[in-house]
């Protein structure tokens, strides 16, 4: 079964860049029918999509945080990241990394990330 | 980002059957469907149902999604303690070219 796990740094200080990655085990990032996408969750609040990418680099963003927000993929490391610059506490939120086949069906854990100085 | 509109609660006695709605516009709902994702807290969300209605595996048959128009809903038949949860839906925005989901709506079995 596939297995998706976030890592990075869980306190980022304020203008600052966050940066996840997301470590893809039992599938391949290079898989021909599936975008890697990251999603998050401020504390209490509802999903908001940050982008997808493919194996190849293409990639979408969400119009609202596209100025900030950068996907990359690593496929010899099975790999996707995300990093977002300029950070306010506005950014607090679980950060979940997921697979899309069509729908984003599998999911990895998340991981909170808190913007405080 | 235009998201996509859910009521916030539905509240249903145990063994009733709830229904629950995700109205969206042409350029999404109306154009590929909607997914739909049940969240129990401190849990990643999980897919019950993939935009064309079919349900991944392992999901009950309980849950059964449905389109009209703008409008995608969610049924979940003869409801049980753990269908207590966030529901949310989500779909491509053909002309945002962005995935948007659902406001959240979260159901209560009484």
């Known amino acids: 079964q596939l297995q998706l796990q976030e890592s990075g740094p869980g306190l980022v200080k304020p203008s600052e860049t966050l940066s996840l990655t997301c470590t893809v085990s039992t599938g391949s990032v290079t898989s021909n029918s599936h975008y890697w996408g990251w999603i998050r969750q401020p504390p209490g609040k509802g999903l908001e999509w940050i982008g997808s990418?493919?194996?190849?680099?293409?990639?979408y963003y969400n119009p609202s945080l596209k100025s900030r927000v950068t996907i990359s993929v690593d496929t010899s490391k099975n790999q996707f990241s995300l990093k977002v610059t300029s950070v306010t506490a506005a950014d607090t939120a679980v950060y979940y990394c997921a697979r899309e086949a069509d729908d984003y069906d599998s999911w990895g854990q998340g991981i909170l990330v808190t913007v405080s100085s | 980002q235009a998201g996509l509109t859910q009521p916030p609660s539905v509240s249903k006695g145990l063994r009733q059957t709830a229904t629950l709605t995700c109205t969206g516009n042409?350029?999404?709902?109306?154009?590929?469907?909607a997914a739909w994702l049940q969240q129990h807290q401190g849990h990643p969300p999980k897919l019950l149902s993939y935009?064309?209605?079919n349900r991944p595996s392992g999901i009950s048959e309980r849950f059964s999604a449905s389109r009209s128009g703008n409008t995608a809903s969610l049924t979940i038949t003869g409801l049980q303690p753990e269908d207590e949860a966030d529901y949310y839906c989500s779909a491509w925005d053909s002309s945002l070219s962005a995935q948007v989901f659902g406001t959240g709506t979260k159901v209560t079995v009484l």
């Open positions: 990418i493919f194996y190849s680099g293409n990639t």
């Open positions: 042409s350029n999404n709902v109306g154009n590929e469907g």
């Open positions: 935009r064309n209605h």
